[in-house]
């Protein structure tokens, strides 16, 4: 079933900490703050820990860098808190944010506090958990909600330095290359290899700039308890500014995933399932966004998927150094080449 606290539970081994020091910092650094009752984490989350507190007055959500080696620029949770310090005020549905703490010796690493925003979290995209007669209305709060991202202006915000302009798909194809290669223990894949070589030689033309979040997914998104409304959109740690139609592209791609891999929708009955179609999906994302239509989405489907088996081979060095966040780990590793693998298949290529 859908889930309102996301799976929290007891706080795995090696991801406690000591819960007196956070209590004294919150209440001389949280507005408000009047104790805590308990802490718990939640399951969700391949990189960042996150955990629940439970307050006398009000809960909230806890997000941490993980313990143990880190890679460079990796796990950066400063970015995020400032990232739903700059959006909160401007109506976009992410939780209030309540303080930052960038002091290791108070948990063991950084973290950050916001509010705990009580939803729906589901995690199949298919909604099964909905009314078939419903699903379409779900579809379409989650494509209204990634359209208004994609239309706000990241300067109106204060986020116009939030990173470079400009060639987003090189800088993003260069970085993610080089924290794959650089990754020694998690080993080579062939096929992301092969799209090393082919994404920055076909980049399309234009070049777009807006907020992205990076990880857009229906399990990355609270709706209203009662309404297909996104009422909070969390996990922002892949947030930066970029091109929307790679943000758009990689909430697209469940559409070309087999159930089963990553809940994706291939091969399911959509009209029977009270779904809509890529095709409309794509149109409605369009027409909020002020577009005729989207060129090359071999290209955005195949650098999402690229993107993606990245993120799990990160998670395999992760997982292999110790230090993989979520029990879901190796369940994730275990795709990595079939992700990788789909990345070529969106280009018709095989490694």
């Avoid at 629940?52 to 809960?59: A, M």
């Avoid at 993606?308 to 230090?323: D, F, W």
């Avoid at 979520?326 to 298949?345: F, G, N, W």
Wanted: with cysteine; proline share 6%.
């Amino acid at each position: 079933m859908a889930e309102q606290d996301r799976g929290a539970a007891e706080i795995r081994e090696g991801f406690a900490f000591d819960q007196a020091r956070l209590e004294t910092w919150m209440r001389e650094n949280v507005d408000g703050f009047a104790g805590l009752r308990g802490v718990q984490q939640f399951s969700g989350g391949q990189s960042n820990p996150t955990y629940l507190l439970l307050g006398q007055e009000r809960d909230y959500v806890l997000r941490r860098k993980p313990p143990g080696p880190l890679l460079k620029g990796a796990h950066a949770i400063e970015r995020e808190f400032r990232l739903i310090s700059a959006l909160h005020p401007s109506g976009f549905p992410v939780p209030q944010p309540r303080g930052l703490c960038e002091d290791a010796d108070v948990i063991g690493t950084a973290f950050y506090i916001m509010d705990h925003v009580k939803g729906r979290n589901f995690w199949n995209t298919a909604f099964p958990e909905v009314p078939r007669e419903d699903r379409a209305a779900y579809f379409d709060a989650m494509n209204a909600t990634i359209a208004q991202l994609h239309t706000i202006d990241p300067v109106s915000v204060g986020l116009g330095d939030y990173g470079k302009a400009g060639n987003y798909f090189e800088r993003q194809i260069g970085r993610w290359s080089r924290q794959y290669l650089g990754d020694e223990e998690a080993g080579r894949v062939p096929a992301l290899d092969a799209l090393i070589e082919w994404l920055p030689a076909n980049i399309p033309p234009g070049d777009d700039t807006s907020i992205v979040h990076g990880d857009f997914r229906c399990d990355n998104l609270l709706f209203h308890p009662t309404e297909p409304r996104v009422v909070a959109v969390l996990d922002w740690e892949l947030s930066t500014l970029g091109h929307p139609l790679a943000d758009f592209a990689y909430h697209l791609m469940v559409y070309r995933m087999p159930p089963g891999f990553s809940t994706g929708l291939l091969g399911i009955d959509l009209q029977a399932e009270g779904i809509p179609s890529e095709a409309d999906y794509i149109a409605a994302y369009c027409r909020r966004t002020g577009r005729d239509r989207i060129d090359r989405l071999d290209f955005y489907l195949a650098f999402s998927l690229f993107r993606l088996a990245a993120i799990i081979h990160g998670i395999k060095g992760r997982m292999l150094r110790g230090n993989a966040s979520s029990p879901d780990a190796a369940k994730a590793v275990a795709q990595l080449d079939s992700v990788a693998e789909l990345a070529l298949a969106q280009i018709g290529t095989s490694a």
